[in-house]
T-cell receptor
Framework: GAVVSQHPSWVICKSGTSVKIECRSLDFQATTMFWYRQFPKQSLMLMATSNEGSKATYEQGVEKDKFLINHASLTLSTLTVTSAHPEDSSFYIC??????????????????FGPGTRLTVL | GQNIDQPTEMTATEGAIVQINCTYQTSGFNGLFWYQQHAGEAPTFLSYNVLDGLEEKGRFSSFLSRSKGYSYLLLKELQMKDSASYLCAAWDSNYQLIWGAGTKLIIKP
């Protein structure tokens, strides 16, 4: 249980285009999902917290108009990188929070990560 | 401020035991996590401690001391596939996950 998928696994796009990344909880409902970015040899950086049915909460320094997050259902959150630039090239990872007693059947309050999406902007 | 400290890199020998330490300073505390991350992949959950003491799970064990703001991950019978980065992270009072920079573990034959 507690499987999180991401699509696509990798994407290459031209500068100025927009890219949508999907994060799905496959066998449980996730009221809260998180979006991270990781640059090479660095730790995860939280970008935003996505709550189903409400606006995402962005971390300081993350442009909400550039990184659009939609959490329209309990199993899907999307991150759209708008007008992508080469400096947006990174590894984007989502995670879903599993709460004890929830449909994920977890015994601890934890996060399970998707496999990540490697974005390269040319 | 909130902070997680762990060594940048460690080296150990196949078959041996290694302990990766983590100290944390957070605004409130709701538990500490360890994740394993292989190069180019997303992190995978290893353990969660919210009470003091040692939690054993196969070859991996995790320890927590809340009074000392300290945790360690103990890996026994090291295998080459254990070469990875190990990330320590703590929930603060708002259930915000505060991440350490990760410890790169290199296993030598």
């Amino acid at each position: 249980g507690a499987v999180v998928s991401q699509h696509p696994s990798w994407v290459i796009c031209k500068s100025g285009t927009s890219v949508k990344i999907e994060c799905r909880s496959l066998d449980f409902q996730a009221t809260t999902m998180f979006w991270y970015r990781q640059f090479p040899k660095q730790s995860l950086m939280l970008m935003a917290t996505s709550n189903e049915g409400s606006k995402a909460t962005y971390e300081q320094g993350v442009e909400k108009d550039k990184f659009l997050i939609n959490h329209a259902s309990l199993t899907l959150s999307t991150l759209t990188v708008t007008s992508a630039h080469p400096e947006d090239s990174s590894f984007y990872i989502c995670s879903a929070r599993v709460v004890p007693g929830g449909t994920g059947g977890g015994i601890t309050d934890t996060q399970y990560f998707g496999p990540g999406t490697r974005l390269t902007v040319l | 401020g909130q902070n997680i400290d762990q060594p940048t890199e460690m080296t150990a020998t196949e078959g041996a035991i290694v302990q990766i330490n983590c100290t944390y300073q957070t605004s409130g505390f709701n538990g500490l996590f360890w994740y394993q991350q292989h190069a180019g992949e997303a992190p995978t959950f290893l353990s969660y401690n919210v009470l003091d003491g040692l939690e054993e799970k196969g070859r991996f064990s995790s320890f927590l001391s809340r009074s000392k703001g300290y945790s360690y991950l103990l890996l026994k019978e090291l295998q080459m596939k254990d070469s990875a980065s190990y990330l320590c992270a703590a929930w603060d009072s708002n259930y915000q996950l505060i991440w350490g920079a990760g410890t790169k573990l290199i296993i030598k034959p």
